[in-house]
């Protein structure tokens, strides 16, 4: 069809244009639930976000509950941080949960108002998500800010509220001109003299741009160095190139890791750091101390294992290296050891003048992964530090046609083994 006229042209581009598009499915993005609670104790009704882990409808787990202070700002960003934790196995899966406020009544909500508040969150709030959905009992009160600072006096007045407590920039902490501060420190004098066991966990923070924050936050980390009882798991914060305005985002992301710290599989940055920590001993109690507060097996995970014997590998520390692999082959380290990580650890065995240990590794992923060139190519390797030539040449040319069969992208390099091989007196 040859169409010249551009006017029909343009027609004909144009229903192409809205075809084309008129393909395109759209539905609607809700993250979450909202809630409605019509408040006796705030007079008025109030809206909370609620985001259950993914897994939650299929289970019959109780999950820890992360409470959001601020929640029209916050609520989709600690949704976000929680999907994060959960695709790297951070923290354990928890509802997080969005207490919306409007602006001017949050700053009376957070100061002269905070008893009224608090009453609205202990007698309303958490008895409504404990009633509606399987809670553990276990929760963290998120605030920024004025919040911040009404997370502060909430662990003063109602420490077992919560289990933990995160405040990003809390504000007033420190200032004597402002009378609800001078209440807070009241109150924080007063549960810190009475040397009650205070079993809680507190994570606080302030950035270098915040001047009257700041100076309430160092105020508070000096206070509690020398008067906080053991009990008081606390972490103060200095964040250096932050503002006001994104403390809440480094807080809320750091606080909750830092509570639970004892949840991630270990890893080790070297062999140093490793030894440092005590070594074997340290990382078995880990793993049992895990098992009890978080259900998990006993067993040292695949991933620290790994890490142990990739860090020896990296170092060049033989022994280490041996020790580790000898160490782990009973937790069925091997078995659950992707194939091309097999292989790097045998070459560091032929690294080493161990062939026979090497052999070991390579029949074991190649029984493992029979299609597979590159463990019948490390026996080939293996044979060939034997001095066995026909035993060497057979699994060199055995990879070759594995290689091409599976458009290997080592395929040269065994190649080229054979033909030194064949180049050798």
């Not at 499915?25 to 809206?47: F, H, Y």
């Not at 549960?191 to 105020?219: D, P």
């Not at 503002?243 to 710290?261: A, N, V």
């Not at 026909?390 to 190649?415: C, F, H, S, T, V």
């Amino acid at each position: 069809m040859n169409i010249k006229n551009p006017f029909l042209l343009s027609i004909l581009f144009s229903f192409i244009f809205c075809f084309s598009f008129s393909q395109i499915q759209i539905t609607e993005n809700t993250i979450g639930k909202n809630v409605v609670i019509p408040s006796k104790i705030l007079d008025e009704e109030r809206k909370i976000q609620i985001f259950l882990p993914e897994g939650y409808d299929g289970s019959s787990k109780k999950y820890p509950v992360v409470y959001i202070l601020d929640g029209q700002r916050l609520f989709l960003h600690a949704v976000s941080v929680s999907q994060s934790f959960k695709k790297f196995k951070l923290t354990p899966e928890y509802i997080t949960v969005g207490i919306t406020n409007t602006y001017p009544k949050r700053f009376g909500h957070f100061s002269s108002g905070a008893k009224t508040f608090l009453n609205f969150i202990a007698q309303e709030i958490i008895p409504y998500v404990d009633h509606t959905f399987r809670t553990s009992g276990e929760r963290l009160l998120f605030g920024w800010e004025y919040a911040g600072g009404f997370v502060i006096e909430t662990m003063t007045k109602n420490p077992e509220l919560f289990s933990g407590y995160l405040a990003a920039s809390p504000f007033p902490i420190h200032d004597t001109s402002l009378p609800i501060s001078a209440n807070r420190m009241k109150s924080l004098d007063s549960i810190l003299s009475a040397k009650k066991k205070l079993e809680t966990f507190l994570f606080f923070t302030s950035s270098n741009h915040e001047r009257v924050v700041t100076k309430g936050t160092e105020y508070l980390k000096n206070k509690l160095e020398s008067e906080a009882p053991n009990t008081l798991r606390w972490e103060y914060t200095y964040l250096q190139n932050e503002e006001h305005r994104s403390t809440p985002y480094h807080t809320l992301y750091h606080g909750i890791k830092q509570y639970y710290h004892d949840y991630p599989e270990l890893r080790f940055n070297s062999l140093e750091e490793y030894k440092k920590s005590g070594g074997m001993n340290t990382v078995i109690t880990y793993y049992k101390k895990r098992a009890e507060q978080f259900g998990f097996p006993e067993k040292i995970a695949q991933r620290t294992m790994w890490n142990l014997v990739k860090k020896a590998s990296d170092e060049d520390d033989y022994t280490a290296f041996d020790t580790f692999i000898n160490q782990f082959k009973p937790n069925d380290f091997l078995e659950n050891l992707r194939t091309t990580w097999g292989c790097v650890f045998a070459a560091f065995y032929m690294k080493h003048n161990q062939p026979e240990k090497a052999k070991e590794l390579y029949v074991f992923f190649t029984n493992k992964s029979p299609n597979a060139a590159r463990p019948i190519n490390g026996l080939g390797d293996v044979y060939r530090a034997l001095k066995n030539k026909k035993e060497a040449m057979m699994y060199y040319q055995r990879a070759i046609r594995l290689g091409k069969k599976n458009a290997d992208w080592r395929l040269e390099e065994y190649e080229k083994d054979l033909l030194g091989l064949k180049n050798e007196k």
